[in-house]
Nanobody, 124 residues
């Protein structure tokens, strides 16, 4: 069992930066691949990026590649999403999730545990 709690969301101007954190509880965190998804009002949940259990590999959606970076600290049971160059279209609720599927897991159905989400709003 893994419990996930996101933090770090907020309101930022276009071009700004935010860093989201996802704190995990549970002994299996270091063996889980982790992912970030987002969901804007009226839209489906969208894949943002994923990181392997070791932190040695990352994969991003084209829409965020070059602007967002995922990292993890297994000693702290935490995964991060650094978001730079934010755009109004990045506005959404951001979720972290844990997956036992083979890396890279790209769709929500491949994730076993989810956080409650944190709101990110980018103003123009």
């Amino acid at each position: 069992q893994v419990q996930l709690v996101e933090s770090g969301g907020g309101l930022v101007q276009a071009g700004g930066s935010l860093r989201l954190s996802c704190a995990a509880s549970g002994r299996t965190f270091s063996r889980n691949n982790m992912g970030w998804f987002r969901q804007a009002p009226g839209k489906e949940r969208e894949f943002v990026g994923t990181i392997s259990w070791s932190g040695g590999a990352t994969y991003y959606a084209d829409s965020v590649k070059g602007r967002f970076t995922i990292s993890r600290d297994n000693a702290k049971n935490t995964v991060y999403l650094q978001m730079n160059g934010l755009k109004p279209e990045d506005t959404a609720v951001y979720f972290c999730a844990a997956s036992s599927f083979q890396y890279p897991a790209l769709v929500p159905s491949e994730y076993d545990y989810w956080g409650q989400g944190t709101q990110v709003t980018v103003s123009s």
